[in-house]
C-alpha cells in the first residue's frame, strides 16, 4: 500500500481539488481528510456517515455551586476572565490553566473534559474516507489529525487497498506536522506566486525534518510563466521530483460547483493533464 499526503504551504492553490483527482484515478482506495479546521473534501465526494465519534479537546473548568462559598478567589485570579458574576465558567474562555481548580478553598471546581469536535468514518462512491472536524475555536487539531490517520491507515490496512491518500491540511502548522509525521511521500501543490514559492519552500523544509520525499506541481501556471519558471528552476537546482504543471481553467471551478473531481468531467486538458502526473507519480512510487 501506497500511504501519501497532498499538502500545500498556502490556501488556496486547488490542493483539496487535485486531491480528488487523484482519488478518482486511483482505483481502491481509502481516503483521509486531515484538514480538520476547515475541511472541504466532502463537498466533492459526498460522504455518506457510517459513524460519528466524539473528540475529546482539553478540560476545562466546571463550578459546582451547591458547594461555591461564593469567595470570589477563581474569579479575582482568572486572567482568561471566563467566570462571571453568576461564577459560571465560559468555555469559550477558559483555557484549562487549572489555576481556579488549585485555588478553590472548598474543592467546589473540577475539570471536565469537553467534546471539541467530532470524526467520522463515511462511505463515499470511492471507498473509505475518515475525516473530522472542529467545533468553532477549539484547539489540539494535530491531536485530532493524529486520530484520523490511525483510522484511516487501519481500515486501508484490514481493507487490503492500494492507495490511502490524505488530503492535507494548508501551511506548516501543527496539523501538517501531524499529517507528514510517518509518511514516505508527500505532493506540495504550490502556484506560481512569491507567496507561493516562499511557502513551498517552508513546507519543503518541514518534509525534509520528517524524511518524507517529496513531489511538487505548480497549478495555474500560466497566470504568471516568470514566476513558474522561478519555481521550476529552484526545483531543478535543488533536485526535487518535479511532477508538472497546470494550466488555469474554467472547468476546475466547474467541476467544483458540481462536487465532482475535474477527471469526472470527461476529456478535457487539465483531467489530462492530470493523468499524466498520476501515472508519473505512481511509477515513481510503484
Known amino acids: 500500500m501506497i500511504e501519501f499526503a497532498v499538502v500545500s504551504g498556502k490556501g488556496g492553490t486547488g490542493k483539496t481539488s487535485l486531491t480528488a483527482a487523484f482519488i478518482s484515478l486511483a482505483g481502491n482506495v481509502t481516503i483521509a481528510d486531515a484538514d480538520v479546521d476547515a475541511p472541504d473534501l466532502h463537498i466533492l465526494l459526498k ?3 457510517l459513524q460519528k465519534t466524539e473528540f475529546l479537546g482539553m478540560k476545562r473548568a466546571y463550578i ?3 458547594k461555591c462559598t461564593y469567595c470570589d478567589i477563581c474569579r479575582v485570579n482568572c486572567r482568561f476572565d471566563a467566570i462571571d458574576e453568576n461564577f459560571v465558567v465560559d468555555p469559550t474562555a477558559c483555557e484549562g490553566c487549572t489555576l481556579c481548580y488549585h485555588l478553590c478553598p472548598v474543592q467546589a471546581i473540577e475539570m471536565r473534559d469537553t467534546v471539541a469536535g467530532y470524526w467520522y468514518v463515511s462511505e463515499t462512491r470511492y471507498g473509505k474516507m475518515v475525516h473530522g472536524m472542529l467545533e468553532v475555536g477549539e484547539e489540539n487539531s494535530g491531536k485530532l489529525v493524529t486520530i484520523i490517520r490511525k483510522q484511516a491507515l487501519f481500515l486501508a490496512q ?3 487497498t492500494d492507495y490511502l491518500i490524505i488530503d492535507g491540511p494548508p501551511g506548516t502548522g501543527c496539523p501538517v506536522n501531524s499529517t507528514l509525521s510517518g509518511l514516505k511521500y ?3 501543490v504550490t502556484e506560481p506566486t512569491q507567496s507561493g514559492l516562499f511557502d513551498m519552500k517552508r ?3 518541514l518534509m525534509d525534518h ?4 517529496p513531489f511538487v506541481i ?3 501556471y500560466d497566470l504568471n510563466p516568470e514566476k513558474t519558471t522561478e519555481i521550476e528552476k529552484f526545483l531543478e537546482e535543488k533536485g526535487i521530483s518535479y511532477l508538472g504543471r497546470i494550466p488555469f481553467d474554467p472547468v476546475m471551478t466547474e467541476a467544483q460547483l458540481k462536487g465532482l473531481s475535474v477527471i469526472e468531467m470527461g476529456d478535457n486538458p487539465i483531467s489530462r493533464e492530470i493523468k499524466r502526473i498520476w501515472e508519473t507519480f505512481r511509477k515513481s512510487t510503484g
Not at 520528517?210 to 520525499?213: A, C, I
Open 186 to 188: 508527500g505532493i506540495i
Open 218 to 220: 505548480i497549478n495555474k
Open 203 to 205: 513546507i519543503l523544509d
Open 158 to 160: 484490514t481493507g487490503g
Open 210 to 213: 520528517f524524511g518524507v520525499k
Open 64 to 66: 459546582d455551586l451547591d
Open 47 to 49: 460522504p455518506h456517515v
